[in-house]
């Protein structure tokens, strides 16, 4: 089945510490995206890549660093430097000329104790 | 990317319409109107866009009003398995098979039976 997948669902880490979560499409798709959601509000942007080897800033991108090497993957790490990393996670990725469907993995729920 | 303006929440028995509103008054001619839904603690699903004209699909109905400031989403035969969160996101194609999303609040709908 063609699909993203994210993993872990949930990820546990203590504080200071970098961590790397998982994002990959089996769907051939050129763009890739990286949102965060808080609860009780919608997604924000916090990287996103057209294309393989290069990546642009969100709207959210301080504390946060992404690779893209491969078309298939686009890992985020969140680094120490990210004030309030606890946040619900969403990996999405999207082809041109399917009307800009953005589909989404099932997200990861980090929590830093 | 032009601001929506949903209602926060809306209730809807189950097997009536469910018709969801949504302000875009400060859209510019070459944006596209986009509903996404999302179940809770999943990742959002796309359910339909449209530009100028109403647009329909298997999941849903878009009716887009002549000078394009607002719309509505229309479930057609809402169902339990409809209680989601949707968001209405008016954006822009930027080219390269990639765009920006930007989800506010959305409108939580309850289906009740």
């Known amino acids: 089945d063609g699909g993203i997948t994210q993993s872990p669902k949930y990820l546990f880490r203590k504080e200071g510490q970098n961590v790397t979560l998982s994002c990959e499409q089996n769907l051939n798709h050129d763009a890739m995206y990286w949102y965060r959601q808080d609860p009780g509000q919608g997604l924000r942007l916090i990287y996103y890549?057209?294309?393989?080897?290069?990546?642009q800033k969100g709207d959210i991108a301080e504390g946060y660093s992404v690779s893209r090497e491969k078309k298939e993957s686009f890992p985020l790490t969140v680094t120490s430097a990210q004030k309030n990393p606890t946040a619900f996670y969403l990996c999405?990725?999207?082809?041109?000329?399917?009307?800009?469907?953005?589909?989404f993995g099932p997200g990861t729920r980090l929590t830093v104790l | 990317d032009a601001k929506t303006t949903q209602p926060t929440s809306m209730d809807c028995a189950e097997g009536r319409a469910a018709n969801l509103p949504c302000n875009h008054s400060?859209?510019?001619?070459?944006?596209?109107v986009y509903w996404y839904r999302q179940i809770h603690s999943q990742g959002p699903q796309y359910i339909i866009h449209?530009?100028?004209n109403n647009e329909t699909n298997e999941m849903a109905s878009l009716i887009i009003t002549e000078d394009r400031k607002s719309s509505t989403l229309i479930l057609p035969h809402a169902t339990l398995r409809d209680t989601a969160v949707y968001y209405c996101?008016?954006?822009?194609?930027?080219?390269?098979?990639?765009?920006?999303?930007?989800f506010g609040k959305g409108t939580k709908l309850s289906v009740i039976p």
């Open positions: 999405a990725s999207s082809i041109p000329l399917r009307g800009n469907e953005q589909f």
């Open positions: 996101i008016v954006t822009q194609y930027s080219g390269a098979g990639s765009y920006q999303l930007t």
């Open positions: 400060t859209i510019s001619g070459n944006e596209y």
């Open positions: 890549s057209q294309i393989v080897n290069d990546f």
């Open positions: 449209g530009l100028k």
